[in-house]
Structure formats: structure tokens, C-alpha cells
């Protein structure tokens, strides 16, 4: 009698080895996700705010879609559509160094690339935008 290895002709058995593995590393990759957020949010919360002087050099939207399926209690299935869109502000610094934050004190719609004057940064945001006001000619 010959011994029997993992089957992957039979069905069954290459079931039983393959799903518990995906869903293993699903688990591993959603709870990585949100641990990876959740320091990045910390590590922002907690950096010190500066005040550098900068020019606004351009802005962007990142808008993200996100589709549930569910079934409700008589057993049809519904889907919700839900997205939520990330602002980001691009400053370049008298050094010549430019850098991307995230918006997360709703500047988008009250900066104008071109504009100058001392942003409010801390960490990977701005959080504030003091405008230079132009001299009249």
C-alpha cells in the first residue's frame, strides 16, 4: 500500500489545505493594514506643529470607492456604494524642497496654487495656512 500525499486532482483535500491558508493571510493582511493606519495616525498626532514659510505648488483629490454586498433579512441581497475623497496639498519650501501633506483641516478649497505664506505642518499634515497678502501697486 502506498502512502498518500496531499491530493490536489481529488478536490477535498486541496480545499481543506489552500482555504484556511488564504483566509490566514487575508486576516494577516487587513489587521496589518489597520495597525499600520492606526501608527501613522499616532505618529502624526503626536509629531511637534511648525511653521515654515512655502508656496503651494499644487493639489490633488484622491477619491476612494468602496462597494459592500450584504443580504438582508428575507434573504435578497443589496449592495451600498460608499467612496470618500482625500485632499492633499503639494508646498515647496524656500530650500527648494518639496513635500506632500494631507489636508486634514478642509484647506483645499482655501489655498490657490501660486499662493505664498507660513503653513501649519505637523507631521504628514497641514493643519493651517497663513496667506501673505500682495502689496497693492
Known amino acids: 500500500m502506498m502512502p498518500q500525499g496531499p491530493s490536489f486532482g481529488g478536490g477535498f483535500d486541496f480545499m481543506f489545505t489552500l482555504v ?3 483566509i490566514g493571510i487575508g486576516f494577516v493582511v487587513v489587521i ?3 495597525i499600520f493606519n492606526g501608527a501613522r495616525y499616532v505618529k502624526n498626532a503626536k509629531s511637534p506643529r511648525t511653521s515654515e514659510y512655502a508656496r503651494v505648488v499644487s493639489k490633488r483629490m484622491d ?5 459592500n454586498h450584504h443580504n438582508d433579512n428575507n434573504g435578497m441581497m443589496h449592495s451600498s ?3 470618500r475623497t482625500y485632499y492633499y496639498i503639494t508646498l515647496e519650501f524656500d530650500n527648494g524642497e518639496r513635500k506632500e501633506f ?3 483641516k478642509n484647506l483645499y478649497g482655501l ?3 501660486g499662493d505664498t505664506g507660513y503653513a501649519a505642518i505637523q507631521g504628514d ?3 493651517a ?3 501673505e497678502m500682495q502689496q497693492p501697486l
Open 20 to 22: 484556511p491558508i488564504i
Open 32 to 34: 496589518g493594514g489597520l
Open 63 to 67: 477619491v476612494r470607492h468602496n462597494t
Open 81 to 83: 456604494n460608499s467612496s
Open 102 to 104: 494631507l489636508d486634514v
Open 111 to 113: 489655498v490657490v496654487e
Open 125 to 127: 499634515w497641514i493643519v
Open 129 to 131: 495656512f497663513e496667506r
